[in-house]
């Protein structure tokens, strides 16, 4: 999913300190940035700020999370490293061209850039779980949010931004999740964009199974054991909100929904909720 929220998705709070920690991903980070060094990247953007996340879930017993938490964002050239995770464009026809056309043709060129992309990503992992975040989990092996490397494919033309993502789990549950999604801006102003956003994610069986799964030696009367032999497919629909207040601050809303698949919601340590959402809103400063 494209936004901050990804629990946006568990990407800030515990999972976004797992991945910034993580051996892999320091390791990715220092791939991409001799390449980025390489191909001559040299324009620096930095984002700082703070935002309120506030996130449910359908497990029994969890607790509803509302953070406070801080927010850092470093664009330099092709690579971007945020909470979302890391991104390093490998091509980008709209960025090669804007490196070799002319000052005529950048001021003739109007409307956001359009082309394609193939991007190297690693990202947090679904969620991360611990037996004493709520009762249901007592006695459970805890679950790690680890990190997914993969892929991704864009796409910006005048329909709107379509994007295709294939992720490898490395450190936790080793399963493939794929991930497309299409945006499109639905108002445009000075003072105010909105950018919609709909998609689906598939979790392989492995995925789902790792974390939403209860393994024979984890049952109990409480909690059935439960494994997951099919893929879940989940749809969701998201809004974005950007406000500037001037040259350097500006304002964001990001909500999403996400439905749930029969493989999540039959599973012993969830509720009979059949989707959970999630809502950010912050206060950026831009360099």
């Known amino acids: 999913m494209s936004f901050v929220n990804k629990g946006m998705r568990a990407v800030i709070g515990a999972a976004a300190l797992a991945v910034l920690s993580s051996v892999a991903v320091v390791a990715v980070v220092a791939v991409v ?20 996340y506030h996130e449910d879930n359908s497990f029994v017993g969890q607790k509803v999370q509302t953070q406070l938490l801080p927010y850092v964002e470093m664009q ?17 026809s709209a960025y090669d061209r804007e490196q070799t056309q002319t000052a005529e043709a950048a001021a ?8 394609y992309a193939v991007a190297l990503i690693a990202t947090p992992g679904l969620m991360s779980r611990e037996e004493n975040d709520a009762e249901i989990f007592s006695g459970m092996d805890d679950r790690d949010a680890g ?30 999740v794929l991930e497309g999604s299409y945006s499109v801006p639905v108002y445009g102003s ?12 598939v979790l392989d069986s492995e995925t789902a199974d790792y974390y939403y799964g209860v393994r024979s030696h984890e049952a109990n009367a409480e909690r059935a054991a439960h494994e997951i032999n099919e893929a879940a497919v989940n749809p969701f629909i998201g809004l974005q909100l950007f406000k500037p207040l001037n040259a350097h601050w500006r304002l964001i809303f990001e909500a999403e929904h996400t439905r749930l698949d ?4 039959d599973s012993s340590l969830t509720t009979d909720r059949e989707s959970v959402s999630a809502a950010t809103i912050g ?3 831009a360099f």
């Open 190 to 201: 000075p003072s105010l964009f909105a950018l919609a956003t709909v998609g689906v994610e």
């Open 76 to 92: 330099w050239g092709r690579l971007g490293l945020s909470f979302k995770g890391l991104e390093y464009i490998v091509y980008d």
């Open 33 to 52: 940035a001799v390449a980025a060094v390489a191909a001559g990247a040299v324009d620096r953007e930095w984002t700082v700020g703070a935002v309120l």
């Open 283 to 285: 206060l950026m400063y």
């Open 262 to 265: 029969s493989p999540q919601v």
């Open 147 to 176: 990190v997914e490397l993969g892929v991704a494919l864009q796409a910006r033309t005048a329909l709107g931004h379509w994007e295709l993502q294939l992720r490898q789990a490395v450190t936790a549950a080793e399963g493939l």
């Open 108 to 115: 003739e060129a109007s409307g956001p850039p359009r082309g």
